[in-house]
């Protein structure tokens, strides 16, 4: 599986130097993202979901009568 971010790749190594995760882990990783251009960050596509919200207006939207 290829890392998501640069960031991402950084955070697994740094684990890896702290002997959170293990070096075949972090080779697997590294393995599959060689050759690929990973943006320096992501933003997560899920956004906050909250079941008392479904059906209300957005902020600043009126209906129409």
Known sequence: M???SWAQAAKFHE???RGEISPEVVAE???ASRGRRLPQRVTPE???WHPAKIG???RGHRYKP
Request: a positive charge; aromatic letters at 14%.
């Open 2 to 4: 290829p890392y998501a």
């Open 56 to 58: 209300q207006p957005k």
């Open 15 to 17: 684990m890896e130097r």
């Open 46 to 48: 899920v956004t906050h």
């Open 29 to 31: 990783f590294d393995k």
